[in-house]
C-alpha cells in the first residue's frame, strides 16, 4: 500500500552570492530540462556528508561555473518546501577571484547589479535571498568587503 501523505525529501544546499570588483552579483539560468528548468537561481549546491557549508559552496561553484571564489560571511538561511522538496537554503556571500565563469552545468551566467535582480525569474525561495541582500545594503553591509565576515 502507498502512502498518499509522504513529505517531499529534504536538501540541504549551500548557496554563494559571488560579487565581483564592479558590485554585481553572478546568477546562472538552471537548464531546461531539468526541476525548475529555465529559472535563473544563486549558484550552489548539496552540502555532503562531513562537508562544512564553506567547503561545499568552494567545491560547487568550481564544479558548475569553473572559478574560484573566496566565501565569507552568512547572509541568511531559508527553509522552503515546494511540492515535490524541501529545501534548508544557506547563503554566503562570495567573492570572486580567479577564472571566467563558465556554463558548465547550467544554461547561461550573468553578471548582474542588485536592482537588475528584479528583471530575472527566480524560484520562489530564492526571493527571500534578494530581499535579505537589499536589507543588508540598506543596513549594516559594507561594499568595501561584503564577503569578508
Known amino acids: ?24 552579483i553572478l546568477i546562472d ?5 531539468g526541476t525548475m528548468g529555465g529559472l535563473w537561481e544563486f549558484p550552489g549546491g548539496k552540502i555532503e556528508p562531513g562537508e562544512t557549508v564553506s567547503e561545499c559552496i568552494k567545491r560547487e561553484i568550481k564544479e558548475e561555473l569553473g572559478i574560484e571564489i573566496k566565501v565569507g560571511e552568512h547572509l541568511i538561511s531559508i527553509d522552503h518546501t ?6 534548508t537554503l544557506t547563503v554566503h556571500h562570495c567573492h570572486h577571484v580567479e577564472g571566467v565563469p563558465q556554463p558548465l552545468e547550467c544554461d547561461e551566467v550573468r553578471w548582474v547589479s542588485l536592482d537588475e535582480l528584479y528583471n530575472f525569474t527566480f524560484p520562489e525561495a530564492n526571493t527571500q535571498i534578494i530581499r535579505a541582500l537589499e536589507d543588508w545594503q540598506l543596513g549594516v553591509g559594507s561594499w568595501e568587503s561584503p564577503y569578508f565576515g
Open 1 to 24: 500500500m502507498s502512502q498518499s501523505n509522504s513529505t517531499p525529501p529534504h536538501k540541504i544546499i549551500g548557496v554563494a552570492v559571488i560579487w565581483n570588483d564592479q558590485k554585481q
Open 29 to 33: 539560468r538552471r537548464l531546461p530540462g
Open 82 to 87: 515546494y511540492t515535490h522538496l524541501r529545501v
